[in-house]
């Protein structure tokens, strides 16, 4: 790359051709209106505007050997970054533009998105990992800063990027079976309300109900229901037991069917008293009473990953205690259920 000012005698339509525009130039007597765009590789059909502009010097980028003008290095490096469930827009003022194809998780490799930044010339920047996004939106802004970089910055690029998983995708949301066990415990009005936000929430990740079964207060009734419901479901979600109590029928069921109880408890509010529990590898997931009801709790924290059909850890819920409490601040991290989040323009 080198820099050069044209100025007099060199400043013609011979000498810009091919040259890169270092500065955005601007109609004389309106500095509002602009003539051409800087970044912009200029040709000889440019001159008659670049005359217009009645500038004694313009600053101008010559293309050298083994240089990479920004817009193919950009297109170059959404490609390289790129991953699932990602669309790539552009190059629009030598930034492209990346966006959620589907609704999902957004997931960054955030170590390897520092290492990215940390190479000279190159700038990506995300939205938070793990943030819920629905098709359309932006999740991830690509670009190079110079007007031209060297090919070896994107040697460098494809160093960081190789491996397994992409730096930035979105995890689809794969449609599964909801079965609910509620204990009869409930009142009719609360069973209702219940009812009502769990249709709603499992339907925006785009799963169905297979069915909503009232059981008794007892082991017995309660282990059975469990047995049968997982035959045609592929996730289980109770309410109504108390999970502070040794003794709550539905955990005592879930000890004689052999469940392996994964985590009890979350650290974070409102919704800490939630359990997550596997029978034959199917998910079992206890809901706290404010989760019945909210939209905004450990429990809308949590289903997006085992919509994803992803094994949920403890270690999961562990690392729900950074941002654990959850405020109107955090609304950005829960679904939008009821309506998608407005599409960026």
């Given at each position: 790359m080198k820099a050069e000012a044209l100025r007099g005698p060199g400043l013609n339509a011979a000498a810009i051709d091919g040259a890169v525009l270092a500065q955005t130039l601007l109609v004389p007597d309106d500095h509002h209106r602009v003539l051409l765009l800087k970044?912009?590789?200029?040709?000889?059909?440019?001159?008659?505007?670049?005359?217009?502009?009645?500038?004694?010097?313009?600053?101008?980028?010559?293309?050298?050997?083994?240089?990479?003008?920004?817009?193919?290095?950009?297109?170059?490096?959404?490609?390289?970054?790129?991953?699932?469930?990602?669309?790539?827009?552009?190059?629009?003022?030598?930034?492209?533009?990346?966006?959620?194809?589907?609704?999902?998780?957004?997931?960054?490799?955030?170590?390897?998105?520092?290492?990215?930044?940390?190479?000279?010339?190159?700038?990506?920047?995300?939205?938070?990992?793990?943030?819920?996004?629905?098709?359309?939106?932006?999740?991830?802004?690509v670009k190079v800063t110079p007007f031209v970089v060297p090919e070896a910055r994107l040697r460098e690029v494809e160093a960081v990027c190789q491996g397994a998983d992409a730096v930035v995708q979105v995890l689809a949301f794969r449609p599964m079976r909801v079965a609910i066990l509620v204990r009869e415990r409930l009142e009719p009005e609360q069973r209702e309300k219940f009812q009502a936000s769990i249709e709603m929430k499992v339907a925006w990740f785009g799963s169905t109900i297979s069915?909503?079964?009232?059981?008794?207060?007892?082991?017995?009734?309660?282990?059975?229901?469990?047995?049968?419901?997982?035959?045609?479901?592929?996730?289980?979600?109770?309410?109504?037991?108390?999970?502070?109590?040794?003794?709550?029928?539905?955990?005592?069921?879930?000890?004689?069917?052999?469940?392996?109880?994964?985590?009890?408890?979350?650290?974070?509010?409102?919704?800490?008293?939630?359990?997550?529990?596997?029978?034959?590898?199917?998910?079992?997931?206890?809901?706290?009473?404010?989760?019945?009801?909210?939209?905004?709790?450990?429990?809308?924290l949590i289903l997006p990953r085992l919509f994803t059909g992803a094994l949920v850890t403890a270690g999961d819920f562990n690392s729900l205690g950074h941002g654990g409490l959850l405020s109107k601040d955090m609304a950005f991290r829960f679904p939008p259920y009821g309506a998608f989040d407005t599409l960026d323009s």
């Open positions: 970044g912009r590789i200029l040709s000889r059909n440019d001159w008659p505007v670049v005359a217009s502009a009645r500038i004694d010097e313009l600053h101008v980028v010559r293309i050298e050997a083994g240089d990479i003008h920004e817009d193919e290095a950009a297109r170059r490096l959404a490609g390289l970054v790129t991953g699932p469930g990602v669309v790539q827009h552009g190059p629009v003022e030598s930034q492209v533009r990346l966006s959620a194809a589907i609704n999902g998780i957004f997931k960054v490799d955030v170590q390897r998105l520092e290492a990215l930044n940390g190479i000279a010339d190159i700038s990506i920047f995300t939205l938070f990992d793990g943030q819920l996004v629905s098709k359309g939106k932006t999740i991830a802004g069915e909503i079964r009232y059981v008794a207060d007892d082991v017995g009734a309660v282990e059975a229901a469990v047995t049968d419901l997982l035959r045609h479901g592929d996730l289980l979600l109770t309410a109504g037991a108390n999970a502070t109590d040794p003794l709550d029928p539905t955990l005592v069921a879930l000890e004689r069917l052999k469940a392996r109880m994964e985590k009890q408890g979350a650290p974070a509010h409102p919704g800490s008293a939630v359990w997550l529990a596997y029978l034959d590898d199917r998910p079992i997931f206890g809901v706290a009473a404010c989760g019945m009801f909210s939209k905004a709790t450990v429990l809308d």
